[in-house]
Nanobody
Framework: QVQLVESGGGLVQPGGSLRLSCTTSGITFSVYSMAWYRQAPGKQRELVAIFTSSGSTNYADAVKGRFTISRDNAKNTVYLQMNNLEPEDTAVYYC???????????WGQGTQVTVSS
């Protein structure tokens, strides 16, 4: 059974920081590209950052320079360090695991991030 469990969300003031974690089980973590998506109320889910299985990273323009994605293959965990948070970053953040060669994709349950004073 595949599980992706996010943690680390919460309420933070503008300019603050949070670190999200996503711990996986039931997959061979190292061969999956891991990503963070977010969905704000009334908006479509959007890609925030991705860390591929080959080691490359990519970010949405809105978070470049503020967010950092990292992964620890030994712990089967991907992280999203979010700095200088803005109210526009308020959303439910979802962890995603994808392996294109087998058309496999899995989602976590999401964690709420609220940026407000």
């Amino acid at each position: 059974q595949v599980q992706l469990v996010e943690s680390g969300g919460g309420l933070v003031q503008p300019g603050g920081s949070l670190r999200l974690s996503c711990t996986t089980s039931g997959i061979t973590f190292s061969v999956y590209s891991m990503a963070w998506y977010r969905q704000a109320p009334g908006k479509q889910r959007e890609l925030v950052a991705i860390f591929t299985s080959s080691g490359s990273t990519n970010y949405a323009d809105a978070v470049k320079g503020r967010f950092t994605i990292s992964r620890d293959n030994a712990k089967n965990t991907v992280y999203l360090q979010m700095n200088n948070l803005e109210p526009e970053d308020t959303a439910v953040y979802y962890c995603n695991a994808v392996r294109r060669t087998t058309f496999s994709q899995y989602w976590g349950q999401g964690t709420q991030v609220t940026v407000s004073s």
